[in-house]
Every structure is written in structure tokens, then in C-alpha cells.
């Protein structure tokens, strides 16, 4: 008989029909009841694929094993909560660390040299008037990275590329890493003139990214958050960015995603994006491919591919 497996969200068109070929899926988003989906499942669903599951979720789900996220943060499942009712973890990590660097590079660029405000002027017929005018670049700038793992490792390569210097924060200082460590976030800001976050969401790291740590940064500081919105205070970056009291900022993620403060609408000194560090058709399609990967392991009784809990 075939493995009930609940879908918590819309997932990648290739990963839904390998998950249709081995599992009886019951899609959790489409429901119009999801009560009595949940109820009517609760006796068979061993699997869970996709994100947002908390423990009152796990608790209505007796039988559940597996956990199998979609994407490299797990943030959205209550981890601790899978590890004491012994169900298992995985996410999707590596498979995204290139489309992911690609894109903090991009922003950055876009940021410094101002290039979506350059489209908008030659589209609005007002090169003719004159020249747009002189910006920044990278070269000979320093970046200090919050959350130097495997993505920012894969940031701090390509950025050395541009001929910047890197130093970085995080709960400890790495052996074997050719870069300047700082053990207080807002000094290594100080001594920046970029600050790239891209360190895991959750409770341990919400507004790590303080007024003071932006203070920090400075009016000349440019920021790009290709993380989770919830590690900065986006009120007091707003404020500061409007003000002039931060130089820039280049986002990909906001606290209340997809929904984005009217505010920064208005300001020349930021870019936005809608979340789409990983939006490629390789690394998508390689993210589904290891979430059925990592589910297929598990009820073969093999080792996980990439287990968090």
C-alpha cells in the first residue's frame, strides 16, 4: 500500500509528480476544509512534505515520521518539537548555495551602480536631459557577512572576485577560514561598508540585525538581506533609509513577505526583490529532487541525506 504523505504548499511541478508516483498525497493548501482534512488523515499520514508545520500539527499527526523541507531554512518548523516526538528533519542545502551567491551579487551591483534606477531612466525618455549621475562600486570595498556557512562561503568567493575584502560574525570563530573574524556584530559593522546577512531565521537570530548594528553601518553603509526579513528591525531600516542615516539596502526577503512597507517604495537608495535567491530552474528543480530523495531514504531505512533533526 502506498505511504500517505501530507503537502503543506504549492511545491515544484517535477517534485509533485515524483512525490504522485510514490506516495498517496493529500495537499493540505488546496483544502478547503484543512481541519478535516487533517482529521480524516490523522490515523495515516507518515510523511510531511513542505514547510510550516508546528507541534500542534505533529501532535494531530500520530503516526508522522518524516518531515521533508523544501529549502535550506527550516525556520518554519518547529524543530525541537519534531526532535521530541522522535520525527524526522531534512532540508535542502548545497543544492541552492550558487543561485543563491549569484543573486547577492547581483543585488549588490544593482545596488552600487544603481541599475534599476537606470532602466527606469532611459525608459522614461529622461537620458536626453541629462546624465543619471555617479554612484559607488565594489572594488576595494569591505563586506562583512553575517552567517558565514556553506552560501556564505560561496558569497564571500564570488565578492573576492569583485576585489573586496571580507571579514565576518557568527556564533564562533571557523577554523581554516582566510578571513577577519569579528565576535560583535556591531563592530564589524562599523568597519564595513557592506553588510550581507544571510545567516539562518528563527527565535535565536530575530533582529540580530539591531538600530544600533545599523547605526553602525552608517550613512554610508549599503546593506543586501538575502536571509530571512525577521533578522533585521525593518522599521528602524526603513526610517534610517529614508532619513539618509543608512546608505542602502538591497532585499530579498521582508518580515510580512510578500507583503513589503509602502515606504520603500518610494526610495532611490534600495532594491527589491520578492524573494528569489533560489528561483532558478536548476536549483528548484534540484530541491525537489532532494526532498523526494531524502523521503525515499527514509522509508527504505537508509540514512537521510541531509537530516537537521
Known amino acids: 500500500m502506498a505511504i500517505d504523505l501530507l503537502q503543506t504548499h504549492k511545491l515544484l511541478d517535477s517534485c509533485e509528480a515524483a512525490l504522485a508516483e510514490r506516495f498517496t498525497v493529500h495537499k493540505l493548501h488546496e483544502a478547503l ?17 513542505g514547510g510550516n508545520v508546528d507541534a500542534a500539527l505533529m501532535d494531530s499527526l500520530p503516526k508522522l515520521e518524516i518531515i521533508a523541507n523544501f529549502g535550506v531554512g527550516y525556520d518554519t518548523i518547529d524543530a525541537a518539537a519534531a526532535k521530541a516526538r522522535k520525527i524526522r528533519v531534512t532540508n535542502t542545502p548545497n543544492v541552492l548555495n550558487d543561485a543563491v551567491a549569484e543573486l547577492t551579487v547581483g543585488l549588490m551591483i544593482a545596488l552600487a551602480r544603481r541599475i534599476p534606477q537606470g532602466d527606469r531612466f532611459v525608459r522614461e525618455g529622461r537620458w536626453p536631459s541629462g546624465n543619471l549621475g555617479l554612484f559607488s562600486e565594489l572594488t576595494g570595498k569591505t563586506a562583512g557577512i553575517l552567517g ?68 553602525a553601518l552608517g550613512p554610508e553603509g549599503m546593506l543586501v538581506n538575502m536571509a530571512r526579513g525577521t533578522l533585521i528591525d525593518e522599521a528602524a ?35 527589491l526583490a520578492p524573494h528569489q535567491g533560489s528561483a532558478t530552474h536548476q536549483t528548484r528543480q534540484a530541491m525537489g529532487a532532494l526532498v523526494v530523495a531524502n523521503l525515499d531514504a527514509h522509508f527504505a531505512g ?8
Request: with cysteine; aromatic share 6%.
Open 237 to 271: 531600516m526603513l526610517e534610517m533609509l529614508q532619513s539618509g542615516a543608512l546608505g542602502g539596502a538591497a532585499l530579498d526577503v521582508f518580515e510580512n513577505e510578500p507583503n513589503v512597507p509602502e515606504g520603500f517604495l518610494a526610495l532611490d537608495n534600495v532594491v
Open 33 to 49: 476544509d484543512r481541519a478535516a482534512l487533517i482529521a480524516e488523515m490523522a490515523p495515516k499520514v507518515r510523511a510531511i512534505a
Open 148 to 215: 558565514l556557512g556553506r552560501i556564505g562561503k560561496e558569497i564571500a568567493t564570488r565578492l573576492q572576485a569583485m576585489k573586496m575584502r571580507i571579514v565576518y560574525h557568527g556564533r564562533h570563530r571557523q577554523d581554516g577560514v582566510p578571513y577577519v573574524y569579528y565576535d560583535d556584530l556591531a563592530e564589524m559593522a562599523r568597519d564595513c561598508d557592506w553588510l550581507v546577512i544571510i545567516a539562518p531565521g528563527g527565535q535565536g537570530t530575530q533582529r540580530i540585525v539591531s538600530r544600533k548594528v545599523l547605526e
Open 302 to 309: 537508509d540514512p537521510l541525506l541531509s537530516a537537521v533533526v
